[in-house]
């Protein structure tokens, strides 16, 4: 039996492997690579296989100073949406996820990555996550919360509409920083949970059109192929 921490390993290995292998990552691709503790080691096996050769001319767009930071330190390329290079569109996104719910619906924002992670996700032809087991969920709403950037002047008004769909909100405290986590783009963080299970492809549509919210963390509209590694070491691929 594996730890969590190898199955997240495995689960990143296994994809940027098999996706080079079906020709879904290949030279010359721009890839969007995601934030966490199992990104991670998505964008550090994306790096050897650099390193080795057997891709070149990666351009990656990063969703968080902590992966511009990783892709720094491991000489991937890094350009922004914008740049001329890459055009606003991506061939691929790579990331973890918080939870994978059927039909392989998200949940993101765990390391308040959310908005940028789902622009880079919302701009890829294809999307990709790795998770451990514990990941996989049969409903999203109840367990891990939902996580909600939202502009700090709009904080009182966004708690009361979540409220009205039946979430309970509470707002992100930092860790080893006093007050509020401050995301990368300048934003609070509310995390949500309801007390039954919600329809996530619903509660996105309804939680965007609130004024003061910047993004929600139900990732819905682009549905992944999934890499689940599991404690017995062996990995499911859920598309």
Not at 35 to 41: D, F, L
Request: net charge negative; with cysteine.
């Amino acid at each position: 039996m594996i730890t969590t921490n190898e199955q997240k390993v495995l689960a990143a290995t296994t994809a940027i492997d098999t996706l080079i292998k079906e020709g879904a990552i290949f030279s010359g691709m721009k890839i969007g690579l995601g934030t966490g503790s199992t990104a991670m080691p998505a964008v550090k096996r994306l790096a050897e296989r650099i390193a080795d050769g057997t891709l070149q001319n990666i351009k990656a767009v990063s969703t968080s100073f902590q992966t511009t930071l990783a892709c720094e330190e491991l000489r991937i390329p890094v350009y922004t949406l914008n740049d001329g290079a890459i055009g606003g569109f991506l061939d691929l996104t790579v990331d973890g996820a918080d939870e994978i719910g059927p039909d392989n619906s998200l949940i993101k924002g765990g390391g308040a990555a959310l908005l940028r992670e789902k622009i880079t996700a919302y701009n890829s032809k294809a999307y990709a996550i790795v998770a451990d087991e514990s990941k996989a969920v049969s409903s999203h709403g109840t367990k891990f919360p939902l996580p909600v950037e939202i502009i700090a002047e709009a904080r009182v008004s966004v708690i009361r509409e979540l409220d009205r769909l039946g979430a309970k909100c509470t707002l992100r405290e930092g860790v080893r920083k006093a007050g509020p986590v401050i995301t990368d783009n300048g934003n609070m963080i509310l995390d949500c949970l309801w007390s039954s299970a919600v329809n996530p492809a619903e509660m996105e549509d309804k939680i965007n059109t609130i004024t003061g919210v910047v993004e929600c963390g139900f990732f819905t509209k682009l549905r992944p192929v999934a890499f689940v590694a599991h404690a017995d070491g062996t990995v499911q691929i859920i598309r």
